[in-house]
């Protein structure tokens, strides 16, 4: 069974203190693994797909990095617009093609 | 302006009542997914379709039926059948044959009367 666990579920930072959430999967065959931003009562809001171990994206002040097991959010000097909660999903190789979901972090930015 | 839009924003069921979430898409995708959310966990597929005319359950179909007429539109129905409705519901599509990336739609808050 494909699983995705979060870490860690609530965090709070001062604007401009940089920090990392961990997204931690077991999934046959991983086809993408794919991090979401969502803001309360919203849909969520796509940010990164990445497809194999080593692979790297950036954003503005988010960068996310994936390995074999786990996948890291990186979020530099942030802002309290970057306050939300953000998602990770994988998606699996072969059987339902749906994403299956980590529960996802809540971050709150203090200025 | 390319997206998908849900509607109603917010929805009222009574006891014993189907009701019927609406899901229309003009990104020309060719997929298009539900998803169920609750409060303190993941998002959960509850039905999805590759192509006009097909559909599949996910994990949670039970109590829920889906139909896909055209391209453009994905309604879901929650029937009586489902005895814990109450939830937040996300309407996904993705263009097949262009990475995995799903786009989501605003949501539907559904509440029991």
């Known amino acids: 069974e494909d699983q995705v666990t979060q870490s860690p579920e609530a965090l709070r930072l001062q604007e401009g203190e940089s920090s990392s959430l961990n997204c931690s999967y077991t999934v046959s065959g991983l086809r993408g693994l794919f991090w979401y931003r969502q803001d309360p009562g919203k849909g969520p809001e796509f940010l990164f797909t990445l497809y194999s171990a080593g692979e790297e994206k950036e954003k503005e002040r988010l960068k996310a990095t994936l390995t074999k097991k786990e996948s890291f959010l990186h979020i530099t000097a942030p802002k309290p617009e970057d306050s939300a909660t953000y998602l990770c999903?994988?998606?699996?190789?072969?059987?339902?093609?749906?994403?299956?979901f980590g529960k996802g972090t809540h971050l709150i930015i203090q200025p | 302006d390319g997206g998908i839009t849900q509607s109603p924003k917010y929805l009222f069921r009574k006891e014993g009542q189907n009701v019927t979430l609406s899901c229309e898409q003009n990104l020309n995708h060719d997929a298009m997914y539900w998803y169920r959310q609750d409060p303190g966990q993941g998002l959960r597929l509850i039905y999805y379709s590759q192509i006009v005319n097909d559909f599949q359950k996910g994990d949670i179909a039970e109590g829920y039926s889906v139909s896909r007429e055209k391209k453009e539109s994905f309604p879901l129905t929650v029937t009586s059948a489902q005895k814990n409705p109450t939830a937040f519901y996300l309407c996904?599509?993705?263009?097949?044959?262009?990475?995995?990336?799903?786009?989501f739609g605003p949501g539907t808050r559904l509440l029991v009367l």
């Open positions: 999903a994988v998606q699996a190789g072969g059987g339902a093609d749906g994403l299956t």
């Open positions: 996904a599509s993705r263009r097949t044959g262009e990475g995995e990336t799903q786009y």
